[in-house]
C-alpha cells in the first residue's frame, strides 16, 4: 500500500532554514517522480519542487534558489531544504508522486515562518 509520511516542519523565524522529510513507502521507488506541494490557508495547493527518477528538478519560481530538492532512493525518502523563509511559505507541505495521485496525500508537516 502505498503511503507517504511527512515531518519536520515547524515555526520558523523569517530568513531561517527547515528540511522537510517525505518517508515513502512505495515499491519501486527510484522510478518514480516525486513532488514537494503545499496548501495555505484558502488557497489551492501547489506544486514546489519536483524530481524525477533519474534526480531531474523543477521548482516553481517563487521558490526558486531558496529550496532545494533531493532524494534518497535507499531510504525511500525525499527532502525538500528551504533556505531564507518567507512569511508567504507558510503552508502545509505534502510529498506525494509527480504528477500527483490525489488518493496519496498524506497529513502534511506545518511550516510556519513568522517573528
Known amino acids: 500500500q502505498v503511503q507517504f509520511v511527512e515531518s519536520g516542519g515547524g515555526l520558523v523565524q523569517p530568513g531561517g532554514s527547515l528540511r522537510l522529510s517525505c518517508a515513502a513507502s512505495?515499491?519501486?521507488?527510484?522510478?518514480?517522480?516525486m513532488g514537494w506541494y503545499r496548501q495555505a490557508p484558502a488557497q489551492q495547493r501547489e506544486l514546489v519542487a519536483s524530481?524525477?527518477?533519474?534526480?531531474?528538478?523543477n521548482y516553481a519560481d517563487s521558490v526558486k534558489g531558496r529550496f532545494t530538492i533531493s532524494r534518497d532512493n535507499s531510504k525511500n525518502t525525499v527532502y525538500l531544504q528551504m533556505n531564507s523563509l518567507k512569511p508567504e511559505d507558510t503552508a502545509v507541505y505534502y510529498c506525494?508522486?509527480?504528477?500527483?495521485?490525489?488518493?496519496?496525500w498524506g497529513q502534511g508537516t506545518q511550516v510556519t515562518v513568522s517573528s
Open positions: 512505495v515499491r519501486a521507488f527510484s522510478i518514480y517522480g
Open positions: 506525494n508522486f509527480r504528477p500527483a495521485i490525489n488518493t496519496y
Open positions: 524530481i524525477t527518477g533519474g534526480g531531474s528538478v
